[in-house]
């Protein structure tokens, strides 16, 4: 887990160091650029709208789509006074912050109150002031990724935006339903999650003077995965590990598939409806007879076996350095370090 | 009032003809290629997403700040193949989506259910559905504009993004308070209208080729215009002509320069708590007070001035033709024919 806040390299997890040292000493550099042109995106001036962007910018986060961006941009991005690095820095910032505004806007539909172990912009503010600060870092995003002046990158941007907007009501339009496939679901992790970190890559790519379908597919096949594990931890994991109640999917409607296998392998589960459960506690029980089917573990060995097929399609003349930093960071993705 | 549906030219007001006419024949043409245009943006695809964007674009609005972004445009934008009209469509078209996004969350924070007469977004398909189709909207109209690669323009855009995110969270923050003074009220205005009025005829500029401070100075002006004139309408003008109730904004708590104005001469208006105020049927009642006092005759009042000073504000050296156009606009805003 990231730290809560502090100066940019307490935001790196311990777990990313040897990522960062296997990409080049550039990379842990450029993070921290990202981490300041990030806060003076969000927040050119002092007003009180700047202060809520502030604190929901500096409130966490793992910043692993600008670091993908950053090790797909590879050496090119290394030169700090370069083109690539400008602009692999404005990738980072737009990414990160198409990230928030999602979250912020997510928070607001979902009335959700805690992430990361710390009050929502909707718990604190309410939620005009949370809807309107999603508007504001949709737009500094935008903003900052056309200082570049490239129409390719913003297209990227804005496809990821519709994609993600496109899972969030995907998501709403399956919610309560168990009468969801395994390809509806993985659709859905794509456009919720798979989307924006394959546009991190496309942009990191870009950012170098290149465009790259293999990085591509790489950082989707990632993204999914990192769904996939995120829908397992909602299942097993202790709050304190992710700042929520178990089941928190479930008390949404979210159905995800460490349910879906679980329901053909209990037929108590298969029986339940999941209107019914609406206590934190009635959460964690169904939790548990989920993960005592050996669900989850199915679902980590789908994780697993997308990020094997993600590693297998990166470039087959990419140099070992970056490969190796790219495949800590798949790994990273399903182990959770990250 | 403007049609609520079909083709291009259906849409632009008989009103607006004699500016069209005034500023010369590429006028109506921009305006319908502004409006191809935008039904591309706003749903380049086929799903359920693409269907509400364009029921969305589709549903109304006067174009009034992609005509402003076209007039100042000028002659240079005629050419139907040159650089300048693409940029001023592009131009028209973002501006148009962004006005359609903020409405759009408006509505839902406001739980606005109807909108020109027609069920809101947010009424139709919800809450969720119409945050998401919001940053749709913000995003394509970021993208769109991004397409010419001018970095000013997307600053331009971002700027007047974050005004309108500040103009609604000062409404929302003055909410119920009668506590508030002009200047308070004309910020307020300024950062609701006067931002995107400014920004689309910057963006006209822009499109020409020029940075021009006189016609920003004038679309700011008659943008707040247009919001006082709007504040008069929600005291004075039946439902038929707004498609909503009088009073609404003094059942929403957004106290406006009308009741300002008419508390200063109504001590019972005066001691009124507006949190008092639930019904529609009280809301046309206090209104029928708050017109009774003048009060909504020193708000138009106070519009045609600053119409007056925008005008006034035009650059010296400005041709007839447009002089004349901008001039019918800035009247027609306070004539409310537009």
Known sequence: MSTVDGAPQDRVPAAVLPILAAAGEHVPEVLGDVERALRTA?????????????DTVAAGGKRLRP??????????VADPDGPARAAVVRAGVAVELTHTATLLHDDVLDAGLLRRGRPTAFARDGRAAATCLGDVLFAAAFATLAGGGDARALRVLARASRELAQGELLQRADAWSTDVDEERYLLRCHLKTGALFEASARLGAL????????FARFASAIGVAFQLFDDVLDVV???????????????????????????????????????????TEQAAEVCDRIAATGATEVTEERARALVADGVAALPAGLDEARRTALGLVARGVVDRRL
Chains 1, 2 share one sequence.
């Open 42 to 54: 969000a927040a050119p001036g002092t007003d009180p709208l700047d202060r809520a962007a502030l």
């Open 67 to 76: 670091l993908l961006a950053i090790l797909v941009g590879g050496p090119a």
């Open 207 to 214: 950012a170098a003077g290149e465009e790259d379908e293999a």
């Open 237 to 279: 994991a202790p709050p304190e590990q992710t700042g929520k109640p178990r089941g928190t999917d479930l008390l949404d409607g979210t159905v995800t598939l460490p349910m879906l296998v679980a329901r053909e392998r209990d037929p108590a589960l298969r029986d339940l409806d999941v209107r019914t459960i609406t206590t």
